[in-house]
């Protein structure tokens, strides 16, 4: 089929298992990881395929229980987001179903029950859902393609790792204006009229029947509100109010600075395609403060996505570069004056209380600013009893807690901090050799300190 082939040329589109759909009745879009109906490439393609093949198309959602590190605080901003996509694909007319793994559903049940004649995915370059798209590929009888749609330039474009961030930069610039740009929305031709399809109630307590091991011990927060709609009020909010100062506030964690657009694109719900160019449009009169923020948002995150997806050892201490392991094992045998236990750090309590107040915040809000995310990584190198420990502390720490957590940038983050991950050497000093210090006499003066702890304090 031709037109199938044709678009099966674009970049963003990895064909797991080819050949063409023979008879069935729908198309099914396995939503994943782009939670959303707004600037989804993986949808409009499901729609464009559907639409190729005259197929209505299904999109499906399975919320497994077992979902790697995820906990109730997790679950619960999922659900916020599951409403925001039922409603917007119930305006364009698009069938949407979830169901739960605790119900005894799957997706392959369901692809056989609704006689799924082709099924398209997302992609996620985290190592087990990779894994779940490679085993459903293996199985299926029908075709299987997933979508990058988490990046504003497709990873497969360079299908490589940079080591610094000015590596990088001069590839993405030669794709960027390409790729930054409104996703074209497509009209399904056909609706769904086959048989009513179960579905679980998103009224419902998404995590009720979770089996007893389930980590409820971390509760939903209050600050954050999941979902397409709430991250699009946020970013009017920032871009309107915060976006033309975001290069002067930044580093400023005392003040509500930046976008905190973390949590949504961690969810996929909203794409940095959005973000990028809605801080464009409203960013006319301070170009270079945009420039700023696009580096963050695209240039720093998507060197996260290709650290991710091509470094197997993303989230311990093996990821380091051969210079950074060499320095952290020379320093290994160095006096650490300060030993603290996980729990110790979890309840936040050490002798600082920077990083203590950083510690509150994350673990009451689900979030923690960018700053205080690298002071706080690094002493955890420094207060651990080794690089490998400190480095497994820091990534539990971090993806239990923070909402953006489990996350390509939260595992690029660690690397950065603890050992020297895009970064270069520096000084050689005790425990860290020639990784990047931070200490915490200067970092308090850098912005109001005593503020932000005060801040924290009750938290
Ligand atoms: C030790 C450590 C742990 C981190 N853990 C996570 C994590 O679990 N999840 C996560 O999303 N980010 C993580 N980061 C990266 C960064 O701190 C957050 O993305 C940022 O603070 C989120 O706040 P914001 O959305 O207001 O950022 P803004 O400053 O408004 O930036 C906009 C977007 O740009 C991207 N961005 C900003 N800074 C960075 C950065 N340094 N690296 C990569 N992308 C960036 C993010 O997607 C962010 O949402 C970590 C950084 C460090 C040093």
């Known amino acids: 089929m031709e037109e ?50 005259d197929l209505p198309l299904i999109v499906y959602f399975g919320v497994i229980a077992n979902y790697p590190n995820a906990n109730w605080r997790h679950y619960h901003f999922l659900a916020q987001g599951l409403r925001d996509v039922a409603e917007d694909l119930a305006e364009r007319g698009i069938e949407f179903v979830v169901r739960r793994s605790v119900d005894g559903d799957s997706l392959e049940a369901f692809l056989a029950e609704v006689d799924a004649a082709m099924v398209i995915g997302d992609e996620n370059v985290c190592r087990e859902p990779e894994r779940w798209r490679r085993a459903l590929a293996a199985r299926l ?3 299987c393609w997933t979508v990058d749609a988490d990046v504003v330039v497709p990873s497969a474009i360079f299908n490589r790792s940079f080591v610094l961030l000015h590596h990088f930069r001069p590839h993405l610039k030669r794709e960027l204006e390409t790729w930054l740009k ?30 007893a091991a389930f980590d409820r011990r971390v509760r939903p927060v209050e600050n954050f509100t999941g979902g397409t709609h709430a991250g699009l009020r946020r970013l009017r909010e920032f871009t309107e109010g915060q976006l033309a100062d975001y290069d002067e506030q930044r580093n400023h964690p005392e003040v509500r600075g930046t976008s905190q657009m973390s949590p949504y694109l961690h969810y996929g719900h909203l794409s940095p395609v959005t973000i990028a160019l809605a801080a464009r449009e409203a960013g006319a009169a301070c170009v270079a403060t945009v420039e700023k923020y696009l580096d963050e948002l695209i240039g720093w995150r998507e060197l996260a996505v290709l650290f991710v997806r091509h470094n197997a050892h993303y989230d311990t201490w093996e990821c380091a570069e051969p210079w950074a392991q060499k320095t952290l094992l020379a320093h290994a045998g160095d006096a ?6 996980l729990e110790q750090m979890e309840r936040a309590e050490t002798h600082d209380e920077l990083w203590n107040a950083a510690q509150r915040e994350m673990v009451a809000t689900g979030w923690m600013h960018n700053y205080m995310r690298m002071y706080w990584a690094k002493k955890m190198l ?21 909402l953006d957590g489990r996350d390509p940038n939260g595992y690029a983050g660690i690397a950065w901090a603890m050992v020297g991950k895009h970064d270069r050497p520096w000084f050689d000093r005790p425990v860290f050799g020639l990784i990047r210090y931070m200490a915490g006499g200067s970092t308090g003066k850098k912005f109001d300190s005593k503020r932000y702890i005060a801040q924290q304090k009750d938290r």
């Open 141 to 143: 009888r029908i075709p």
């Open 182 to 211: 409104p996703i074209p929305v497509v009209e399904p031709v056909r609706k769904w009229d086959g048989q009513k399809l179960r579905g679980w109630n998103l009224a419902g307590e998404i995590t009720e029947g979770f089996p």
């Open 4 to 53: 199938l082939k044709a678009l099966a040329e674009d970049k963003r589109i990895r064909v797991r298992r080819g050949g063409e759909p023979v008879g069935g009745r729908c198309v099914v879009y396995w939503m994943q990881h782009a939670q959303r109906a707004v600037e989804n490439p993986a949808l409009e393609t499901a729609v464009r395929v559907a639409n190729v093949l």
């Open 336 to 341: 650490r004056p300060w030993l603290y236990t």
């Open 382 to 402: 420094e207060w651990s009893p080794s690089v490998a420990v400190g480095y497994q502390w820091a990534v539990e720490l971090n993806d239990r807690y923070e």
